[in-house]
């Protein structure tokens, strides 16, 4: 069977990603931010998956082969299209954005291009504004051992040809280093005085350049150069099954600080004796070193200057009200007529923040149970929940602590939300919980009680639900609810499974479910009845469904995947994968929601899910798939993946790159026209309201 390699799948991805900040058709500063997030996630990708191939490498042999393929080849692939993609990374901003921002009147400068009068003025910015944030630490023998921050920016200077005057109070070198200021200073960027219609900008890295030699005048010569320390990230807690949770993640979260180095960028003018000491002190290997740029922290240009112009990002999409849930009033009361979709951030997620406060207040709610995995830093979501608690409400709240890189904020509110009074639950190390599930209890007039439910794609997140694209149910349905609240019991008692009709729920369900779907599509199609699967997913990695999606395709199955990120599957393939499409979007916004349609011998299943399709969510986290029941909002989720399918702007193909219009086809541009055809949802919805009517 063949696969593609996950993490050069994953590389594919992220060059995709830089073809937006290529794209001419992307307003200016949006491409800088798209260089922003091709460096945040190599970041991300180093601390995580480098990582965790070097760990790799280090087992030994007989554990290695077991493996299935080598981890040292992997590494050494892994790294060569890192270099690769850097190079053109590099050359994308010097030689595209760079000369972009120049036609618009905009100049990043170097150091070295600033005239005369510029250069006085940053050396007094300098004086005034940054030198007291400054202090370089000596790389000598006095220093037995030099600790680098995580994805923190540092500066070395090397101090050589003393002053002679001076030569006997000064060595003739010596290395120093320090943190650059960027949060003490506000930022990373300084704007010059403006000449004429001409806009200056200069990296604070730069300001210090200019600044050097008056910090060190006993010395002609001060050369600064930039590094910055990646580190791994893995919590590795999976592997531990016993012990206070909270404190072994409290205990991984300082570790993380002081973690094995998975990456050392450095400016390859880097004078040899001060890459030299560096290495020396930290104990960095050469096998850590990668060369980079003279500037490190891409992502830093997510807080470039706008310079007021809104032509130089996209255009404003505010999000639109919902068509069927009220503005004001009671949303329980909406939810218990019918069900609704949410679509963010297209639509408003404050109807979320609005429900959660709601059922806070209302007397005749007695309890609210609710998963967090991402929750924002200053959550609304959370305050609502802390509300609710205060209130006397039974408030039930699964923390997922091993979201990576969330784990501190989670925590803190873990705290808060117990201080409160709510029932805080921690789920066991080996099981994640990625589900996003809201379940609310309340009391009806006829002294019954009756749940309500929000099952979604994305995190109860008011932040990401402004750039992630999401669908999220809300519903009063009998049999979804009370199935909901059987996932709950779960996560409080994981010793009984709980017996389900219409949730598909890993660890125990979804891939028993999603198999059986495909098993029926292979049925059909070799009985010569349409056989169709769709799918829209972040991620396809797992080897398990990677070949039931081929045995689908050789029964004759026409499967059509929408990709984000890593892909595995190789569609195409004579004999395997002939029936199988593959592509992907990039574009304003992340691509966050699950869908998963089977034909279903003419009666089609829609099931949205927070679970992509590999290893880990099938099998060692809590994922929930809930299917779409109204016909109405089945035909909803079914357009907008259909827009994704004819998308011919920001689709990719991936081994063909962007997906182009075909001769006399009009560009069709999914997200464009996501929110365009829900900008006119409830008008249509009343056109069709009153067509029946009559």
Known sequence: MKTLSRDLSWLRFNARVLQEAQSDSVPLLERLKFLAIFSSNLDEFFKVRVATLRRLTKLKKKTRAKLGESPKRLLKEVLAEVFRQQQEFGATFREQLLPELNRHHIHLLSEAELTDEQRQWTARYFEK?????????????????????????????????????????????????????????????????????????????????????????????????????????????????????????????????????????????????????????????????????????????????????ADFQYPPRPALPHPSLPRTGSLLAAIGQRDHLLHPPYQSFDYVTRLLREAAADSRVSGISI????????????????????????????????????????????????????????????????????????????????????????????????????????TADEHLTREAAAVFGYLLDQSKVPELELLLVAPFGLRAGLNALIDYEIKQAKKGHEAYILLKVNALEDEGMIAKLYEASQAGVRVELVVRGIGRLVPGQPGQSENISQRGLVDRFLEHSRVYVFAHGGEEKVYVSSADWMTRNLDRRVEVAFPILDESLRAEVRHLLDLQRQDNVKARDFENGFVLPAAGEKPMRAQEATYAWLKGLKRRQQVQAKSKAK
């Open 129 to 309: 504004n940054v030198r007291d944030l400054l202090s370089p630490v000596v790389l000598d023998d006095t220093l037995h051992h030099l600790f680098l921050k995580d994805q923190a920016v540092y500066l070395t200077f090397f101090l050589h040809q003393p002053v002679a005057a001076k030569s006997k109070k000064a060595e003739a070198e010596r290395v120093l280093i320090m943190e650059l200021p960027t949060k003490r200073h506000g930022g990373r960027f300084v704007r010059l005085p403006d000449v004429g219609s001409e806009r200056y900008v200069l990296f604070l890295d730069d300001v210090v350049r200019v600044g050097a030699p008056a910090m060190f005048p006993d010395y002609r010569q001060v050369d600064v150069n930039a590094i910055k320390l990646s580190r791994d990230a893995e919590l590795d807690i999976e592997e531990e099954v016993s012990g206070d949770l909270m404190e072994k993640i409290r205990s991984s979260l300082a570790k993380r600080a002081t973690g094995f180095p998975a990456r050392l960028l450095f400016d390859p003018e880097m004078p040899a004796e001060a890459l030299r000491a560096v290495k020396q002190k930290t104990g960095i290997t050469d096998e850590e070193l990668v060369e980079g740029s003279r500037y490190h922290n891409f992502r830093d240009f997510f807080g470039f200057p706008d310079f007021g112009e």
């Open 371 to 474: 998963t967090l995995y991402r929750v924002a830093s200053k959550s609304e979501v959370v305050k609502a929940l802390l509300k609710a608690a205060k209130h006397g409400k039974q408030v039930t709240v699964v923390v997922e602590l091993k979201a990576r890189f969330d784990e501190e904020s989670n925590l803190f509110w873990a705290d808060k939300l117990k201080r409160a009074g709510a029932h805080v639950v921690f789920t066991p190390p080996e099981l994640k919980v990625h589900s996003k599930l809201l379940l609310i209890a309340r009391r009806e007039d006829d002294e019954t009680t009756r749940r309500y439910a929000y099952f979604s794609t994305g995190n109860f997140n008011e932040s990401t639900a402004t750039l992630y694209t999401d669908h999220g149910l809300f």
